[in-house]
């Protein structure tokens, strides 16, 4: 046993040495190039992928996430094709010798660690909030990848959609509740709820001091009575227990003062210029309750 | 009512338990298979029993193969008692005892009054009444030893198999179970029990039948088959016999030099 | 049941007859206590009425949707997780034999797993309990082979360790191959139990493989009385123990495979219940079968209704109780046999 832990510990150590030797030679390039158009962007996280590329030219990206792949997932699925990959690893990442590395707040945590401390540039994107984030947030990703003038073009399109939509009617709102995998639904302050409001609709979570993010018995959902209730997933993936609860018999037995809306996640998991569809759908079912006479 | 085993062999594995054995048992007669350890008795007990089929031969029931007469209505017929006494459960001796009714149970019915009045019979015969709410853990072991054989009793079969039912009892409760199925035999059940005891062997059986090596070595009456001679034969030891006050016994004295040329 | 002519041979404290109402009685009590439980007030008189008139209200709803099938089917789990503890431990002759330990719940959980998350439940619902049965019916084959009956304590918990160990591991496994990305976390559900939100659809599909098995179990009772003595003697009073042992491995598989593949695996039922209930039916095997069954249904029900009381969210697993309750029985379990060896 001794014997075999005395034959480990020089190979350990000169195993840590090429590899810290490795990581010095790669940086030297970083160090030298100059400021100025990224040209080997990598993009750690589905929503700064998105970003990515409908901003950046397809020549500056070195590697995006497998994600942007998936078309349950991705809004952006035409767009990635053809580009290489990455799986969120650091080993990955190091190789490509990006001048920029993009990453989400919540993913990835050690390969952001990792790069951050061997002195790679990394950009964090936050989650957005409202719907005055989703303009930050494409402004600050053109900047970052040298196109503020697809950066200005993409947030006025979102603009002229969002006003396409319009204001909701004055006059009492429908009510609405988001239903998400397992229960979760949303609460006051967070982006969904700001598209919920802009469609017209008053979200009755905001008004349960819930927090952010938490989760609801299907029992208070049902008894809930809103006008419109959002299923926020696809039921038609792969089956889960989180997602099968959003198939509940209840739910389809909820009578026809109900109206249930299904919305894929991708619309607004990300916070950029997609949550425009979302508002719209959302605007249409308002508009459906108010028809059909049976809002309050 | 008679049990008859015929060429009864027996092997595990290689090693051969029982040659060619015959066997015959009739109502009202106790029949004591003696022999040294690993000689076969156990296993020409439950061969009889029914729980182990033979390699070679078979058994007959009244002229009826076993196999024929069916494992329903030879639970009837053939009680067995299992060497050692185990039991799980530390259940009441009364409920106990009323587990040899089983081979008399009916579907969705509960205890009949005729199995009631069974295991009442069963437990005065071994006089285990006073026993009645006791658990079998806290019995002493000739207590126990009653109490299985009240259940073996309460079947209320033709024939009783019993394995060493004195094995592990003080002399008192040896002389109280030997007498208990020597009344058994006289009330017209066949008993053939295993004993490794000869004084007892030759005080209460009728017949004695002394296997050693998978083969009957010498059957018949307790003074026949227990003279010194097969009794050194079988068991390689020098056995002393004598009578007091009208009753026989036999001490082991020495061990007998082996045969030249035999392990 | 006995004849009151001839002088009693049971000195229970209550009669066999008389315990089985005692335990359906509070079964029936537990149930509509379950019913009245919920995350928001109901009215059951109300919403009873409606139903029976036919009135399409939301609390019609919610008790024939939400309410009663979460009973409903912790009666019948807990129902059969008692009635097979207490068969195990009949046949296997050991007081701990029961299907957590022994592993038959994993095995049930590594077959609904599969059939669930790839996809085989959405074309055939019938998959998913013949799923649970068929990793639960394995199970039992597998300890059978390597423990038997009367296999010691040790080399039956090694048994339990290995099965549980390799069917755990492999459902991992295929949690993490699942497609959907919520499936590796959902190992708790299958670990712990649950039985929130099960829709009566499970009830249909479960009860009727459930009630199958709860028959092949009963039949087993009067073998189980028998062996008591040791096989042999259980042989001589008429058994034939190969069928014996078949019927509870089907009927074990049955009942527990269903059970599983409705609500995970719910630890501890089958230990405690047959245990603390045994002493009441004079320690007889035949007679804890049903009694088992009832004390399960009434254990689980009450555990249900305790984690919807806690104020915790999401709602706690249903395992996490029953844990809390049965890991200390266990602890008083080994204590006192250690004082019994001494």
């Keep these: 046993m001794s014997q075999r832990l005395r034959l480990r510990r020089p190979f350990d150590t000169a195993f840590d040495a090429a590899l810290l030797v490795a990581i010095a030679i790669m940086l030297v390039p970083a160090a030298l190039s100059a400021a100025g158009t990224p040209k080997r962007i990598v993009s750690l996280n589905l929503c700064t992928d998105e970003l990515v590329l409908r901003l950046a030219d397809r020549s500056n990206i070195a590697s995006i996430t497998w994600l942007s792949k998936d078309a349950i997932s991705a809004n952006v699925v035409d767009l ?217 | 009512m008679k049990l008859e085993a015929r060429n009864i062999a027996v092997s595990f594995g290689q090693t051969a338990v029982l040659r060619s054995v015959d066997l015959a048992v009739a109502s009202g007669e106790m029949v004591g298979l003696i022999g040294p350890n690993g000689s076969g008795k156990t296993t020409l007990l439950r061969v009889l029993a029914n729980l182990r089929a033979p390699d070679g031969g078979g058994v007959t029931l009244d002229g009826r193969d076993l196999e024929a007469v069916g494992e329903r209505e030879l639970s009837k017929k053939i009680a067995y008692l299992a060497q050692g006494g185990d039991v799980h459960w530390p259940m009441r001796v009364g409920a106990l005892v009323g587990l040899g009714r089983l081979p008399h149970r009916r579907a969705f019915r509960d205890q009949a009054d005729s199995d009631t009045a069974a295991i009442e019979r069963a ?93 009957i070595i010498a059957e018949g009456r307790p003074a026949d088959v227990l003279t010194p001679a097969s009794l050194a034969r079988a068991y390689g030891v020098d056995i002393v016999c004598g009578v007091s006050e009208g009753l026989p016994f036999y001490l082991p004295q020495s061990v007998r030099p082996p045969i030249q040329g035999t392990p | 049941m006995n004849s009151t002519t001839v002088p009693e041979n049971r000195v229970e404290p209550i009669g066999y007859a008389a315990l089985l109402v005692m335990l359906l009685v509070a079964m029936i009590a537990a149930l509509l206590a379950s019913i009245a439980t919920g995350y928001a007030p109901l009215d059951i008189g109300a919403a009873a009425r409606d139903v029976l008139h036919g009135n399409d209200t939301l609390s019609a709803l919610v008790l024939v949707q939400l309410r009663l099938p979460r009973a409903v089917l912790g009666a019948l789990v807990g129902f059969s997780l008692g009635i097979t503890g207490a068969a195990m431990q009949g046949l296997l002759r050991n007081p701990l034999a029961e299907p957590g330990i022994t592993g038959v719940t994993s095995a049930a959980s590594l077959g609904a797993v599969v059939v669930f998350y790839f996809g085989l439940a959405g074309i055939l619902p019938l998959a998913l309990p013949l799923g649970g049965i068929a990793g639960a019916g394995l199970s ?36 993490n191959l699942s497609p959907n990305p919520y499936a590796v976390s959902e190992i708790i559900f299958w670990l712990l139990g649950s039985l929130s939100d099960r829709s009566l659809q499970y009830v249909w599909l479960v009860a009727p493989m459930m009630l199958a098995g709860w028959l092949l179990l009963l039949m087993t009772g009067p073998a189980l009385d028998g062996l008591s003595l040791g096989e042999d003697t259980a042989t001589s009073l008429g058994f034939n123990l190969a069928r014996v042992r078949l019927l509870l491995i089907a009927g074990t598989a049955l009942a527990v495979g269903s059970a599983v593949a409705a609500t995970g695996s719910i630890a501890f039922i089958g230990l405690v219940v047959p245990h603390l209930l045994r002493p009441l039916v004079g320690h007889r095997p035949s007679r804890l079968l049903l009694v088992s069954g009832l004390g399960g249904a009434t254990l689980t029900l009450l555990a249900d209704i305790i984690v919807r009381l806690l104020p915790v969210r999401p709602e706690l697993k249903l395992g996490v109780v029953t844990a809390l309750i049965g890991a200390p029985f266990l602890f008083h379990l080994i204590w006192r046999l250690r004082r019994e060896d001494r």
């Design chain 1, 80 to 296: 990635a094709a053809d580009l290489p990959v990455n799986h969120g690893l650091a080993e990955e990442i190091i190789p490509l010798d990006p001048d920029l590395i993009v990453a989400g707040t919540f993913t990835a945590r050690t390969a952001v660690a990792m790069l951050k401390a061997t002195r790679f540039p990394v950009t964090e994107f936050g989650v957005a909030h409202d719907i005055a984030d989703v303009r930050l947030g494409i402004r600050k990703m053109a900047a970052l990848v040298g196109e503020p003038a697809r950066g200005e073009a993409l947030v006025a399109s979102f603009d002229r959609r969002l006003a396409e939509i319009g204001t909701p009617a004055p006059g009492r709102r429908p009510t609405a509740l988001v239903f998400n995998a397992n229960g979760f639904t949303v609460g006051a302050g967070t982006l969904v709820d700001d598209i919920v409001t802009r469609a017209g609709l008053d979200n009755i979570a905001a008004h349960m001091k819930l927090g952010n993010y938490s989760q609801l018995p299907l029992e208070i959902a049902v008894r809930s009575e809103v006008d419109v209730l959002i299923i926020s997933a696809r039921r038609d993936g792969p089956p889960s227990l989180a997602t099968a609860l959003l198939d509940h018999p209840v739910l389809s037995k909820l009578g026809p003062k109900t109206h249930i809306v299904v919305l894929p996640t991708n619309l607004w998991s990300c916070g950029g210029p997609e949550v425009a569809e979302a508002i719209a759908r959302l605007r249409a079912a308002a508009q459906d309750v108010v028809n059909s006479g049976a809002s309050p």
């Design chain 2, 123 to 215: 437990m005065y015969a071994a006089d285990v009444v006073s026993l009645r709410d006791r658990t079998m853990t806290h019995l002493s072991g000739g207590e126990r030893m009653r109490v299985l054989l009240a259940r073996a009793l309460a079947v209320e079969a033709s024939l009783l198999l019993a394995d060493e039912p004195v094995a592990a009892l003080d002399p008192l409760h040896q002389l109280r179970v030997m007498e208990l199925l020597r009344d058994v035999a006289r009330g017209g059940t066949g008993v053939i029990v295993v004993l490794h005891d000869l004084s007892l062997a030759a005080r209460f059986c009728d017949r004695l039948v002394l296997i050693a090596d998978g083969d």
């Design chain 3, 140 to 175: 039992t084959l597998l300890l059978y082979g390597v423990a038997g009956s009367g296999a010691s304590t040790m080399t039956l918990i090694l048994a339990g360790v290995a099965i549980n160990s390799f069917f755990g591991a492999l459902t991992t496994l295929a949690l």
